[in-house]
Nanobody
Framework: QVQVVESGGGLVQPGGSLRLSCAASVTTFALYVIRWYRQPPGNERELVAASTDGGGATYYLDSIKGRFTISRDHAKKTVYLEMNSLNSGDTGIYYC????????????WGQGTQVTVSS
């Protein structure tokens, strides 16, 4: 069973930075698309960024382009979301998910990590 665990959230001032981590307990990390979502207060969950094998980002939400960077560490089976120039609109619970690109199926979700941008 695939498990993903997020970490790195917290309280940060506007203009600050955070790095979120998503550690995946999978056998073959290269087979998994890892996605970062967020759920702002009172709103639906939205896809923020996605990463496939090869190290390149495959998707970024328009509102975070140029500020967030997604990257993969194959040795650690971890995907990072580096977030810079944070603003109040980035506040929410951040979740990561994993999907096997070969077998498909449902996304495996983590428990989420809270990011709060406030002065």
């Amino acid at each position: 069973q695939v498990q993903v665990v997020e970490s790195g959230g917290g309280l940060v001032q506007p203009g600050g930075s955070l790095r979120l981590s998503c550690a995946a307990s999978v056998t073959t990390f290269a087979l998994y698309v890892i996605r970062w979502y967020r759920q702002p207060p009172g709103n639906e969950r939205e896809l923020v960024a996605a990463s496939t094998d090869g190290g390149g980002a495959t998707y970024y939400l328009d509102s975070i382009k140029g500020r967030f960077t997604i990257s993969r560490d194959h040795a650690k089976k971890t995907v990072y979301l580096e977030m810079n120039s944070l603003n109040s609109g980035d506040t929410g619970i951040y979740y990561c998910s994993a999907v096997n690109i070969r077998t498909g199926g449902d996304e495996s979700w983590g428990q989420g990590t809270q990011v709060t941008v406030s002065s």
